[in-house]
């Protein structure tokens, strides 16, 4: 299973990146990062989404591309999400929302889409206690 991923960067070079899935801890929203290896070191590339203000549906998230505009073509040739039609301004930034391709995304980080997947269940089943009371 190939776990890499090309990123043409908007500086016109091609990075081999891994992605990093997790859920932000203040809304449970999803967060999806670059891994880049450099000398043999994994280290941070960059954060795919934001987190905004109020958390977006399970297994979307906003996209940064107010710091990386090339995201959306690299979400496209990679086939891990299609654009929802729905935008969210913060500051002086439009930021796209993206439906994410589960299932690709649990081929490419299976521990990182186990987290967040039971982070949504766990949430899912507070708000069940909470309504029941």
Do not use: H
């Amino acid at each position: 299973m190939k776990s890499e991923l090309e990123l043409n960067t908007q500086w016109g070079t091609v990075m081999e990146v891994q992605l990093d899935i997790n859920c932000y801890f203040n809304n449970g929203g999803m967060y999806i990062g670059l891994i880049s290896k450099e000398d043999s070191q994994l280290e941070s590339y960059g954060d795919v989404t934001v987190n905004l203000e109020d958390k977006a549906p399970d297994c979307c998230a906003y996209i940064d591309t107010n710091n990386m505009p090339e995201l959306e073509q690299f979400i496209k040739d990679n086939d891990l999400g299609e654009f929802t039609g729905i935008t969210r301004r913060s500051g002086f930034c439009e930021y796209p929302l993206y439906l994410f391709n589960e299932d690709k995304l649990r081929e490419l980080c299976p521990d990182g889409m186990k987290t967040y997947e039971d982070a949504c269940k766990q949430r899912k089943e507070s708000v069940k206690v909470e309504k029941s009371r």
